[in-house]
């Protein structure tokens, strides 16, 4: 098999999860990573085991060991970095959000399509065997037609207000901050799981913590400093709490919470759907187990068990049954259905499935887009934008 050349943009947090997911494929080689200066890149490469560091993301991209770029930079940079990989030819793995706001996403999307190449964003809870199980269940009709879709995404990172991100910060994360970068993803996953799409949304948000005190130099995502370092106030403008109703395109109603400032709630991600004959239930923190309910007969728990899962999803399980497997495997998942993509050709026939490409990054946006207008309008229901018109058929017409 003919090895695939990557190169990373942004060497931050999840930069070395990006690059733990490509080792684990055994079949791409790392060939250097571009950060905000070559002394930053350097650094990185050293402390990451990458043996090249780029001064800028113009070098990697004129680099033609590097088949695919994958672009882990704050939220601000996505759209000119993924937009230049592209007009250079690359295959290019985005994290999400797919840019700053919905303009943006859909430029990206339609130079994706435009470029012929593969384009990915990294909705990671896609890559759970349990969720692939949850989605063909549904598909199959075993849960009865969807009545009720709900859930939320809780945690409690931004709780102390002496916490402070470039997230915060309308113009390098964006205008939404909790939504944005934690309810985009349950969304995601309520429409892959559902194969339904949020058509209207409700939305009431809040700011619970809205003066922070923000260290004197600037921070990094997730970093940390101590109590005593010379601080800044911040006002914040952006939500860190949110509760959200919906509705569904096949008729279905829904409900969101997404918070970050909510103790001991770490990384708490729950979807349920509720079906006529019967309902499942997926937790990130328990991956490994499907809750199934029903009315006449016993509650099940499902176990994710190579053996007992659907075709569709059994692919995502890679150990036998009670060998757990978790986050960084549902993230090695995501980036072995892209690069089998990127083998393919990169062609809209040849995507697997469970894979979310630019044209889902841009239909996330418009959700989240759709839950501020409705908050900003006084907490009146709105419709959520149209997606990009789909390709034409060849020898179609109309």
Not at 161 to 167: A, L
Not at 310 to 320: E, I, K, Q, V, W
Not at 344 to 367: C, H, I, K, M
């Amino acid at each position: 098999m003919k090895r695939l050349g990557m190169g990373l943009v942004g060497p931050g947090f999840i930069a070395a999860h990006h690059l733990d997911a490509v080792r684990r494929l055994g079949n791409v080689d790392i060939v250097g990573i571009a950060g905000s200066s070559l002394d930053s890149a350097r650094k990185r490469a050293r402390e990451l085991g990458v043996e090249r560091a780029y001064a800028s993301h113009a070098e990697l991209l004129a680099d033609p060991a590097v088949q695919v770029v994958h672009n882990t930079t704050p939220n601000h940079l996505h759209r000119d970095i993924s937009l230049a990989a592209l007009r250079a030819g690359k295959h290019v793995i985005s994290d999400k959000p797919l840019a700053s706001n919905t303009q943006e996403s859909r430029e990206l999307a339609e130079a994706a399509r435009a470029a012929g190449v593969a384009h990915v964003v990294t909705f990671n809870y896609r890559g759970h065997a349990l969720v692939q199980q949850a989605r063909a269940m549904i598909a199959k009709g075993k849960l009865g037609a969807p009545v009720f879709v709900h859930g939320r995404y809780l945690q409690d990172w931004l709780t102390d207000q002496d916490t402070y991100t470039w997230r915060l910060d309308p113009k390098r994360g964006g205008a939404s901050s909790a939504l944005g970068d934690i309810g985009s993803h349950w969304c995601d996953l309520a429409e892959h799981v559902t194969g339904s799409r949020i058509v209207a949304v409700l939305a009431d948000l809040h700011t619970v913590v809205p003066v922070r005190r923000a260290p004197a130099e600037s921070t990094k995502a997730f970093a940390t400093r101590g109590k005593n370092a010379p601080r800044r106030e911040v006002a914040i403008t952006s939500e860190d709490l949110a509760s959200v109703l919906l509705r569904f395109d096949n008729g279905a109603r829904g409900s969101l919470i997404v918070g970050q400032v909510l103790p001991g709630h770490k990384n708490d991600l729950r979807l349920e759907v509720n079906g006529r004959l019967a309902s499942v239930a997926w937790q990130q923190e328990q991956p490994n187990t499907l809750w199934i309910g029903h009315h006449a007969q016993a509650n099940t728990l499902l176990e994710r068990d190579p053996a007992l899962l659907d075709a569709s999803a059994r692919g995502y399980a890679h150990l036998p049954a009670g060998h757990p497997e978790a986050w960084a495997d549902a993230f090695r998942n995501l980036i072995a259905d892209a690069y089998a993509w990127i083998r393919r050709g990169g062609t809209p026939e040849t995507r697997p499935l469970a894979l979310p490409t630019f044209e889902d990054g841009y239909r996330n946006s418009l959700v989240i887009d759709a839950m501020l207008r409705s908050h900003a309008a006084g907490g009146i229901w709105q419709n959520v934008g149209d997606d990009i018109e789909p390709p034409r058929k060849k020898g179609k017409r109309g």
